[in-house]
């Protein structure tokens, strides 16, 4: 059983920080619900379990099929 905090709810998503030359990921995270940057170890009475979800669906494949030919357009054979 996870403990009702923020950093497990589903409507918190986690805040990223830009650095010199990429981002690094924040021990803030941003409520959806309330619109507000919130500590992760803060909870409310609208928690919730946060759902994993797949896209699994035949759509998801044909544009990986089209995006993974456009790649082999800028890859010389010999790389393969």
């Given at each position: 059983m996870t403990t009702k905090?923020?950093?497990f709810c589903?409507?918190?998503k986690t805040v990223y920080r830009r650095g010199r030359y990429k981002y690094f990921k924040?021990?803030?995270y941003?409520?959806?619900l309330r619109e507000e940057i919130i500590n992760r170890e803060n909870?409310?009475?609208k928690w919730c379990k946060r759902k994993v979800e797949y896209d699994l669906s035949p759509q998801r494949f044909d544009?990986?099929?089209k995006d993974i030919?456009?790649?082999?357009k800028f890859i010389s054979p010999r790389e393969l």
């Amino acid at each position: 059983m996870t403990t009702k905090i923020c950093k497990f709810c589903g409507n918190c998503k986690t805040v990223y920080r830009r650095g010199r030359y990429k981002y690094f990921k924040g021990r803030t995270y941003y409520c959806t619900l309330r619109e507000e940057i919130i500590n992760r170890e803060n909870s409310c009475g609208k928690w919730c379990k946060r759902k994993v979800e797949y896209d699994l669906s035949p759509q998801r494949f044909d544009e990986v099929q089209k995006d993974i030919k456009e790649l082999e357009k800028f890859i010389s054979p010999r790389e393969l």
